[in-house]
């Protein structure tokens, strides 16, 4: 029985120990953390002004990289994966068939469009093209040809666009030749009327007996030569189509279209932009000072928005001094470094207002030493936290997503180091202005005797979350209700979470009112089977050895599922039938097939350049004297549902290539649009990595830094929480997983961080109950947290009914993030800490643990006008701290009778936590 006592003993002082030695680390990490910026911002207000200046002269320095700023643009630098193979491809295919055309899409809708007034309309259009002159440049000079003909592919090259015999045209012509075609007399190529017929309407026999849209396709030469002329082209044949006048729906879609209606929008949206930064300038200038002549802190503001652009410098310059790539993407960047900054410049000046009675009767140095005490580590919380979860994110395959993480996180840095320098020097500064009475608006002007009026000195807010807010949040009905709609937004937005489907289109970019939508629409409408142009490229193989294989590629393109009915065009088929049909000459030939590789040549360069029916074909084949360079077959995909049908279709292709068995890695197929689809491919795994990656950075940095296990657990599942509500809420709100919305949610990581990190550890410093303490730092630090994410609202709030898909998808993103942010943050957070929060900080009780009473000789000058606050352990203890000291032992040895300790610089009315 003495045994068992002496074991349970043994294992109760061996917890007891192990959890004082974990309070006590915590404890330590939070002194040495306080103790370091107490002696920054003492260093920094003992010197303004030669902390503004290097500041200044730091940020200049490094801002002279942006001397190598160039917007790299080219898709494949910024979103294929690192290592694709599709980047060899392209780098290939650029090489020896570079895409230099322009195009001019034209859709004719109608009840019945095979009907001679319709077809007359098309033919007046076409008559129109013909007829456009600009810069001495007509459709006949700049068109992209096709043997002797202009490539203008729709319905009237059946009639060779003879205008006569167009004209003369009577319904039932039309519909005997829609019925009876087979190819194309024009270019001598497979024709499929379901590629220039929209909704067809057939009888009881499979006849052709109408349709519903009619479809025509002009192909330009992008010569740099005639580029303006082409350009100008495009805008009068999408004049002549939006004048309209024949009485039917056209629509009209061209190579410019996308810059002038989805760039038009972003430019109309930049001024929103801009108003939003003039807004939170405004409301930053009336939250952070008070409404008196002398403490207005009109110029402090502009100082601490000042802070952002610099940082912003910093980041740029460094970054390209570093040669990180800069893409278009990272324009939305200082809108987080704003969010950031204009938060921890509210810490900073919240934590100066709630200094205490005794603190504030210190010198200034010293009072910014102890604001810097208090606020310090919570911006660093937030800060290191946000820099390591981008660090992380830099990782990604993904170049610009990789290139925007570093840019954040050297920015973010940058920021956090302005905020405890040069912001807390010009707050210094402005110190001075107001201890002299100098005018917050003309500073060489002095008040002599200028008393502010009582309401000035009121803070509304905190005195609301302290008196109102929080008691009310902190009743049982509050907490219950917090609780449950915490539950149900989780329970359904992690439903609708794990419903985000990956998609990405360039349609969602263009103005839902613009003529290139609806021109969109009518293509889905009228011919939804039509998807993207593709082809199968092959280099320096032996063409006449692999006829086999060539030939069954051909035919398996044509059945492949995602092949688009008559749009295979083979080189090589035409060829062969040249040959076989004895068109050739008979000594390079043997069974209807050249002989040799060398007959092989030559015939398909007889056939190629010298013959009507091969002059098509001329631009398939790329050949020298000796060698065939290249080749390629071209084909168009079906329309596929969405990104995961699109990534499918791609691959298929690429098997049938594979299952072809020609020489390896000599054929392949490519397109520009699969760049998109490797991306995509990635691009859902890499987010949910990254999004996994940072959360578990979060974590860990707020676990040392809050220095409590429970508490950094909560914090991260406010941050948990907010993600989930934030991704559901977007796939309620139609918007779906592309790059845009991929970089967004990265940075929602680093925006709810913000508002749980500051909350979770001024709670840690609090005393008394966990209710009173949740209050208390629902009033110290609620003001601050709130106005940091309303300030980020009202930097894009007037983009709520923005054009532009992706200022939408911005505003809807960084609207959830502080929505629900602030929620778990200023609500959830707070309740479930009055729960179960942990014991506060104790950093005065770190040097031993006492195994003996011991009470040292007092300090009488401890409370000294002139003496510094005790930040540290200080060898000289009162007896009260002597007693204090005792606490870890007490709590191994019950029958001691001491409660927890106080903080070493107040007095608590309660203490532990009931």
């Not at 898709?75 to 290939?92: A, C, E, M, T, Y």
């Not at 002398?294 to 110029?299: A, T, V």
């Not at 040959?579 to 000459?585: C, G, I, V």
Request: glycine share 8%; hydrophobic share 45%.
């Amino acid at each position: 029985m003495p045994g068992e006592v002496t074991e349970a003993y043994t294992g109760i002082a061996n917890k007891n120990r192990f959890s004082f030695y974990l309070k006590r680390f915590s404890n330590s990490i939070i002194w040495a953390l306080e103790t370091l910026f107490y002696h920054i911002g003492k260093t920094v207000a003992t010197s303004p002004v030669f902390i503004i200046i290097g500041c200044l002269l730091l940020c200049g320095v490094a801002s002279l990289g942006l001397k190598y700023f160039h917007v790299t643009e080219e898709q494949d630098k910024l979103w294929v994966p690192v290592g694709s193979q599709i980047l060899v491809d392209k780098k290939w295919v650029d090489e020896h068939f570079p895409a230099r055309t322009r195009f001019t899409s034209v859709i004719i809708a109608g009840n019945n469009v095979l009907v001679p007034s319709v077809i007359n309309a098309m033919m007046d259009l076409y008559v129109f093209s013909k007829g456009i002159w600009k810069n001495n440049h007509t459709l006949e000079t700049m068109c992209l040809r096709v043997g002797p003909y202009c490539s203008v592919s729709s319905l009237l090259e059946l009639w060779l666009y003879n205008e006569t015999v167009i004209r003369s045209l009577s319904f039932k012509h039309i519909l005997e030749t829609v019925n009876t075609v087979k190819s194309s007399p024009m270019f001598n190529k497979e024709y499929d009327v379901g590629m220039s017929i929209g909704n067809i309407r057939r009888d009881f026999r499979g006849e052709i007996i109408g349709a519903d849209a009619l479809s025509m396709v002009w192909l330009l030469e992008d010569n740099d030569e005639w580029t303006d002329a082409a350009m100008a082209w495009e805008a009068d044949m999408i004049g002549r189509v939006q004048r309209g006048g024949s009485g039917l729906d056209v629509f009209i879609y061209t190579t410019r279209s996308f810059d002038d209606e989805g760039y038009g929008a972003v430019n109309n949206d930049i001024v929103r932009l801009s108003l939003g930064f003039f807004i939170v300038f405004i409301f930053v200038i009336l939250s952070l000072g008070r409404f008196s002549l002398i403490e207005h802190k009109f110029y402090l503001s502009i100082v601490g928005l000042s802070s952002v652009g610099l940082a912003i410098a910093f980041a740029y310059g460094v970054a390209l001094t570093l040669g990180v790539i800069y893409g278009p993407i990272h324009s939305i960047m200082p809108f987080l470094l704003l969010g950031i900054g204009v938060d921890d410049m509210f810490v900073i000046v919240e934590a100066w207002k709630n200094l205490d009675q005794s603190e504030s009767k210190l010198d200034l140095p010293e009072r910014v030493a102890m604001a810097m005490k208090h606020a310090g580590v919570s911006i660093t919380v937030t800060s290191l936290t946000d820099i390591v979860a981008f660090g992380i994110g830099a990782s990604t395959v993904i170049p610009a997503l990789s290139a925007f993480c570093i840019y954040a996180a050297v920015g973010i840095a940058a920021l956090y180091l302005l905020q405890a320098t040069y912001f807390v020097a010009c707050m210094t500064l402005d110190q001075m202005r107001i201890e002299k009475s100098r005018d917050a608006f003309i500073v060489c002007y002095k008040h002599d005797s200028y008393t502010p009026n009582k309401c000035s000195q009121q803070n509304f807010l905190s005195v609301a979350m302290g008196k109102y807010y929080g008691p009310y949040l902190l009743t049982l009905p509050g907490k219950v209700c917090v609780l449950v709609v915490t539950a149900v937004l989780f329970a359904v937005n992690m439903w609708g979470f794990t419903e985000l489907r990956q998609h990405f289109s360039l349609t969602n970019y263009i103005p839902r009112d613009s003529y290139a939508y609806s021109f969109v629409g009518a293509k889905e409408q009228y011919f939804p089977d039509d998807g993207i142009d593709t082809a199968v490229y092959c280099g320096e193989i032996g063409y006449r050895e692999s006829r086999a294989e060539m030939e069954k590629l051909s035919e398996d393109l044509r059945w492949d599922e995602h092949t688009q009915n008559g749009t295979v065009i083979s080189w090589y088929e035409a060829f062969s039938q040249w040959t076989a049909d004895n068109r050739a000459n008979s000594s390079l030939v043997e069974d209807g097939f050249p002989r040799s590789e060398v007959a092989f040549r030559s015939l398909l360069r007889d056939f190629l350049y010298k013959t009507s029916a091969g002059q098509i074909y001329s631009r398939y084949v790329k050949m020298t004297d000796t060698a065939i360079i290249g080749s390629y077959i071209s084909l168009r995909h079906r329309k596929q549902a969405d990104s995961a049908a699109e990534i499918r279709a791609m691959d298929s292709i690429r098997e049938t290539v594979r299952e072809a068995r020609l020489p390896e890695g000599k054929c392949f197929a490519y397109t520009q649009h699969y760049l998109t689809y490797e991306t995509n491919k990635v691009l859902k795994k890499e987010l949910y990595q990254n999004l996994g990656l940072a959360g578990g950075c979060v974590f860990l940095v707020t676990l040392v830094l809050i220095a409590d296990l429970k508490t950094s657990l909560l914090v991260s599942t406010c941050v948990f929480f907010t993600l989930i509500d934030v991704g559901g809420t977007l796939h309620f709100w139609g918007v779906t997983i592309d790059t845009a919305s991929s970089i967004l949610l990265i940075l929602a990581v680093g925006l709810a961080v913000d508002y749980s990190a500051h909350v979770g550890h001024t709670f840690m410093k609090e005393r008394g109950t966990r209710r009173d303490r949740a209050i208390s730092t629902l009033a110290r630090i609620g003001p601050a947290v709130f106005n940091g994410g309303f300030s980020t609202f009202l930097a894009f709030v007037l983009l709520a009914d923005s054009k532009s898909y992706g200022f939408t998808v911005f505003f809807r993103v960084f609207f959830t993030v502080v929505l629900f942010g602030l929620f778990h943050g200023l609500a959830y957070l707070p309740v479930i800490l009055s729960w179960i929060g942990s014991a506060p900080y104790d950093t005065g009780s770190l040097e031993q643990l006492p195994k003996v009473p011991v009470a040292p000789a007092p300090n009488t000058n401890v409370n000294s006008r002139n003496q510094p606050p005790r930040i540290g352990p200080n060898k000289n203890k009162s007896p009260r701290e002597a007693e204090l000291l005792l606490m870890p032992a007490a709590k191994s040895c019950p029958n001691l009778g001491l409660s927890s300790p106080p903080s070493p610089t107040t007095l608590p009315r309660h203490n532990g936590n009931r």
